[in-house]
């Protein structure tokens, strides 16, 4: 016999299910439409040297590879046999898009993108091989602007979905860069450190420490030191301008003190926060990063941060870009977990009796079709078990029931 379950790490939806998830991302998609932003699509299927292109940092040891048809395969040298792969995120794909379509766009674009990505990850709770992400991203603003535009639309989605009480954490990968810099590490150490440093939360001050210890001895109590101060100092940008002097580029400062007066003073349902250990993995950003955590669930719900370098390593001209990225099967998850059911359309259920001929049919279905116009009607034969029926029926949101007999409806129940 074939297989009758998915292929390992992909999931059925079934109705009830996919309900949610559709209400999930309808509220999500009206949030985003309402900051300006316009949805996009690009291709599940991207060149290889794209997405092995050293942007996607882990990731590209995940791409599901597609292997070269016919005389292409023949010709192959070893170790070239696939020329195409599934998209592992939107990011990468987005600035191919733009460098594409960048003299049909606004000088300031402002994409959104709802669509699935596929890693070839071990499967485990709440990690599948197929899964959706919804991003948003402002190309070609090279202000803070961006940012603050990208953290309120993303809270306010998350306000509508539910979630009352948000923690956002920003911070900058130039600070960090400073940080690292004065404290004596070297460039090529640079990547390690921000690896151990990502790890505070899971790890804790003592386990951060041992790794920087195994990167540079003499540099990593200090390095630490100095971190702890700045978590725990009343005014941590002063203390960083203090500490940090001429590493830390003064515009650092003031565009995250911006973006956290505009953002508190406009959110309602959370906080905004300076975290001088958030790092975030991706290799390609180059300023401001931020996470979103919500009560409930130990891992962020949504990040993103500026990249303005990635665009121009395929257009040959830098472009600001800043994005931001919900986890929508997290929040899926959580709301599963919560109990939530999405609002039902209300709908209306038409039997038919089993021996019924083609004019009975035509009556029911022209009569039906106006019906359909303003409401959902759904036609089925009546079932020997009636009663279980009509349970099934009124579970599926039908909240009114009818027989169609001669050519009139007639209410059941």
């Given at each position: 016999m ?7 790490g992909m999931r059925d939806f079934?109705?009830?299910?996919f ?9 999500i ?5 309402s900051?300006?932003f316009s949805?996009i699509?690009t291709?599940a299927?991207?060149n ?5 292109s ?16 016919g ?6 040298e070893q170790?070239e046999?696939?020329d ?11 600035a191919r898009f733009?460098a594409n379509?960048?003299?049909?766009l606004p000088?300031v674009f402002k994409?959104?993108q709802?669509d ?5 990850d071990r499967p485990?709770r709440?990690?599948f091989r ?6 948003i991203d ?5 202000t803070?602007?961006?940012e ?6 993303t809270?306010?989605?998350l306000?509508?979905?539910g979630?009352?009480d948000?923690?956002?954490r920003?911070s900058?990968r130039r600070?960090?860069n400073a940080?690292?810099r004065?404290?004596?590490f ?9 690896i ?10 003592v386990?951060?420490?041992q ?16 971190i702890c101060?700045i978590?725990?100092?009343e005014?941590?940008f002063?203390l960083?301008?203090?500490?940090l002097?001429?590493y830390?580029?003064?515009?650092v400062?003031?565009n995250l003190?911006e973006i956290?007066?505009v953002t508190?003073n406009c ?11 958030l790092?975030r993995?991706?290799g390609y950003y180059t300023?401001?990063?931020?996470e979103i955590?919500v009560?409930?669930?130990t891992s962020?719900?949504a990040?993103?941060?500026r ?8 257009m040959?001209?830098?472009?600001p870009a800043?994005?931001?990225?919900i986890g929508?099967e ?5 709301l ?10 209300r709908?209306?259920?038409?039997l038919?009796?089993k021996n019924?001929d083609k004019?009975q049919l035509?009556?029911?279905?022209q009569a039906c079709?106006?019906?359909?116009e303003?409401?959902?009607v759904t036609?089925?034969r009546?079932?020997k078990?009636?009663g279980?029926?009509?349970k099934q029926?009124?579970e599926?949101?039908c909240?009114e029931i ?11 129940g």
């Amino acid at each position: 016999m074939l297989p009758k379950t998915p292929a390992k790490g992909m999931r059925d939806f079934l109705p009830a299910e996919f309900a949610l998830r559709q209400y999930v991302l309808s509220t999500i998609q009206s949030t985003y439409e309402s900051y300006g932003f316009s949805r996009i699509e690009t291709p599940a299927v991207e060149n290889i040297a794209l997405l092995t292109s050293k942007q996607g940092g882990d990731n590209e040891k995940l791409i599901f590879k597609i292997l070269k048809r016919g005389e292409k395969l023949k010709e192959s040298e070893q170790g070239e046999l696939c020329d195409l792969g599934l998209r592992y995120d939107l990011t990468v794909p987005l600035a191919r898009f733009y460098a594409n379509n960048a003299g049909q766009l606004p000088a300031v674009f402002k994409a959104m993108q709802l669509d699935s990505v596929w890693r070839a990850d071990r499967p485990q709770r709440g990690r599948f091989r197929q899964f959706v992400q919804c991003d948003i991203d402002v190309i070609g603003e090279a202000t803070n602007l961006a940012e603050t535009e990208l953290i309120l639309a993303t809270t306010t989605a998350l306000d509508k979905l539910g979630f009352s009480d948000v923690n956002v954490r920003i911070s900058d990968r130039r600070l960090l860069n400073a940080l690292a810099r004065c404290a004596g590490f070297s460039e090529q150490q640079t990547p390690a450190v921000f690896i151990a440093l990502d790890k505070m939360d899971k790890i804790g001050v003592v386990g951060v420490m041992q790794e920087l210890e195994a990167v540079a001895p003499d540099k990593a109590e200090p390095f630490i030191n100095l971190i702890c101060r700045i978590t725990a100092a009343e005014d941590p940008f002063a203390l960083c301008a203090e500490e940090l002097g001429d590493y830390l580029p003064a515009e650092v400062r003031k565009n995250l003190e911006e973006i956290l007066y505009v953002t508190n003073n406009c959110i309602t349902n959370g906080k905004v926060s300076f975290d001088v250990t958030l790092v975030r993995g991706m290799g390609y950003y180059t300023g401001t990063i931020y996470e979103i955590s919500v009560e409930g669930l130990t891992s962020s719900v949504a990040g993103g941060g500026r990249y303005d370098k990635m665009i121009g390593r395929i257009m040959g001209t830098d472009v600001p870009a800043c994005g931001f990225s919900i986890g929508f099967e997290r929040i899926v998850l959580l709301l599963q977990e919560r109990g939530f059911v999405p609002p039902a359309k209300r709908g209306m259920a038409v039997l038919v009796d089993k021996n019924m001929d083609k004019k009975q049919l035509l009556d029911v279905e022209q009569a039906c079709r106006h019906l359909r116009e303003r409401r959902k009607v759904t036609v089925l034969r009546k079932a020997k078990n009636f009663g279980y029926q009509l349970k099934q029926l009124a579970e599926s949101g039908c909240d009114e029931i009818y027989e169609f007999r001669n050519g009139k409806f007639e209410k059941l129940g």
